[in-house]
């Protein structure tokens, strides 16, 4: 069933993803829209009870965390990124941990950066933290995985996710991708979040 969730903005009601460990976010690659709606996503919870984790293919660590303190505001209790293909591993922010892959075809070695830091965050949550966590993004990935290799390795990813009872928020852009594709990739999430180019929210459960 979907439901129109507001405006961006707006206040959507992401309280229908409650239950949802790993969501599709369907959203445009250009601009900020995408970049918006994750950190919209990922601040569910308030960032002092929060533990939030990225893997992107678009900025560097310290950009990363510059768009968040712009978006956001306020730091989250443990903040990690794992910079694919952007060189350097330094988050210039005591609040962030960062890791770097260089070669964005390496999916082994961003699943060990991942998983190091989700096992290391998991571990040191309190109770009533929680754990968000944002892959930006699907169609990066399939620039440098075919579909059945990016299957196999989000079906990993998303896994780990749910078994260390965090969040995670998969971008993808749907005018990237053909009808098969994205009917292959939506196997693997318990809910769907359109976000479309009026910046309304639709959730699919």
Same mark, same amino acid.
């Given at each position: 069933m979907a439901e129109r969730?507001? !405006?961006e903005g707006d206040g959507p009601e992401l309280s229908r993803l409650s239950g949802a460990s790993n969501v599709l976010v369907l959203v445009s690659s250009l601009g900020d829209r995408g970049r918006n709606a994750c950190f919209e996503l990922l601040t569910? $919870?308030?960032p002092s009870e929060t533990n939030v984790l990225t893997v992107t293919y678009t900025d560097t660590a310290p950009e990363f965390v510059a768009h968040w303190n712009d978006y956001v505001g306020a730091a989250p209790v443990r903040g990690g990124v794992v910079a694919v293909g952007q060189g350097g591993a330094e988050a210039g922010d005591p609040s962030w941990v960062a890791k *770097? &892959? #260089?070669?964005p075809a390496?999916? $082994?070695g961003i699943g060990i950066e991942l998983s190091e830091l989700? *096992? %290391?965050m998991s571990t040191a949550a309190d109770d009533g933290e929680q754990l968000a966590f944002?892959? #930006?993004s699907i169609t990066s990935l399939l620039q440098y995985a075919d579909l059945q290799r990016a299957f196999r390795f989000l079906h990993v &990813? %998303?896994?780990r996710v749910k078994t260390a009872d965090g969040v995670g928020y998969y971008r993808l852009d749907p005018e990237a991708h053909d009808a098969q594709a994205l009917a292959t990739l939506k196997g693997l999430f318990d809910a769907v979040v359109e976000v479309d180019e009026n910046g !309304?929210? $639709?959730i699919q459960r």
């Open positions: 969730a507001g !405006e569910r $919870t308030q *770097s &892959v #260089d070669n390496d999916l $082994t989700l *096992s %290391t944002c892959f #930006d &990813v %998303t896994g !309304e929210w $639709t």
